[in-house]
Structures are given as structure tokens and as C-alpha cells.
């Protein structure tokens, strides 16, 4: 069975994951009713994943799994793997001369 899950981004590339459902639609709801919980992690995006006894929960494991949905503006994440986002991120923070989390 294959279910949907939220993964949140930091500016710096750093992400946690939350919310499983069994629908995006189920995901975005629970994301949108999140308050200010993941303050740091201000990048929701909507990820594929297995029942829990078939899917180990490691970043390694996670950096390969492909958004399947992204928040307002980032479209562009939709299709590529949490990895390459991550590192667009830390890229462009960067780039920016930014130094991580609590920046803004």
C-alpha cells in the first residue's frame, strides 16, 4: 500500500518528516492545520511513501524519494528527489550569504 507523507525544508537543506495519509489531499490538510509548529521548516512538500513496516525512516532512505507535490512557488521541486531540492536549498542560501536556520 503506498501512502503520501509531508516533509518540511529548512532555508539551509535540513528537513524533518511528518503526516502520513492515505491521499495528498489528506497531506496538504494536515500541513495547512500545522500552525506555527514547524517554524523552522517553513517548506512543505508532499512525498510518496510506503506502509511503515516495509519503508525504513532514514534520511538516506528518504533523500531518494521524489516530491509528488510542492507548496505555493515551488513548483519546479515537483518530480525530483528530496536530495536534489535539499541541495538547491543549501545552494541558493549560499549564494545568498545566508548561514542556516533562524536567518530571515
Not at 509548529?37 to 506502509?51: L, M, Q
Request: with cysteine.
Amino acid at each position: 500500500m503506498t501512502a503520501y507523507q509531508s516533509i518540511q525544508l529548512a532555508d539551509d537543506g535540513d528537513y524533518v518528516t511528518d503526516y502520513n495519509a492515505p491521499t495528498i489531499e489528506d497531506v496538504w490538510d494536515l500541513v495547512n492545520d500545522q500552525g506555527s509548529r514547524w517554524y523552522f521548516y517553513p517548506y512543505p512538500f508532499v512525498i510518496t511513501a510506503k506502509a511503515d513496516s516495509d519503508y525504513p525512516r532514514s534520511h538516506g532512505s528518504i533523500g531518494r524519494k521524489r516530491i509528488v507535490s510542492a507548496c505555493d512557488g515551488y513548483d519546479w521541486a515537483v518530480g525530483l528527489t528530496v536530495a536534489t531540492v535539499a541541495r538547491e536549498f543549501a545552494a541558493a542560501l549560499s549564494a545568498a550569504g545566508g548561514t542556516g536556520r533562524g536567518t530571515r
